[in-house]
């Protein structure tokens, strides 16, 4: 990530728990006003991928230069996670996702035992991603399908969106 302004937009689909909403304000601060616009947003709709879509477009309207999509329970416990995962500079990355008390508490995409490493993915989950906002030049109006994940990764390999999981970054889905 260069020393330029970053424009970033958080965006909730759905109502946030006040502990992620609080966590977020937090991370969001931690990237510095004074040489960096972070906004919040949510979006509520029964449909996710409506309200990923939206999110979606008025980053891209707003001339936000990243997205980050969030679900309304997840929980980012690490302040620095913004610019950690900024400092990527992917088109599309997540945090590994603790989902659970268990050391491989994700059934889909087990945490491998290397630390610090970065996975590309076929596709990754939609409730924690970070997005640069050219990704979006590929992916159209409506990149997001009521379908889920795994059929975004596909529509985004096929459009020449790489989706990258970093390990040495977490976040936290909160017990329901």
Not at 13 to 23: E, F, N, S, V
Not at 69 to 74: C, S, V
Not at 78 to 104: T, V
């Amino acid at each position: 990530m260069s020393n330029e302004i970053v424009r970033l937009l958080i965006a909730f689909a759905g109502k946030p728990d006040d502990r992620a909403l609080k966590a977020a304000k937090a991370a969001s601060d931690s990237l510095g006003r004074e040489a960096n616009i972070c906004d919040i947003m949510v979006e509520e709709s029964p449909v996710l991928s409506i309200a990923r879509n939206k999110a979606a477009l008025r980053a891209k309207i707003k001339g936000y230069d990243y997205l980050f999509l969030l679900g309304p329970d997840i929980l980012l416990e690490q302040q620095d996670i913004l610019q950690r995962l900024l400092k990527r500079e992917k088109q599309a990355i997540c945090p590994w996702l603790d989902s659970g008390d268990s050391q491989n508490s994700d059934p889909v995409f087990p945490r491998p035992e290397k630390e610090a490493t970065l996975e590309r993915l076929n596709w990754g989950s939609l409730d924690c991603c970070l997005f640069n906002m050219d990704a979006f030049l590929r992916l159209g109006l409506r990149p997001f399908a009521d379908h889920g994940g795994e059929y975004d990764g596909l529509w985004f390999r096929a459009c020449g969106v790489e989706w990258w999981m970093d390990l040495s970054v977490t976040a936290k889905r909160l017990a329901a």
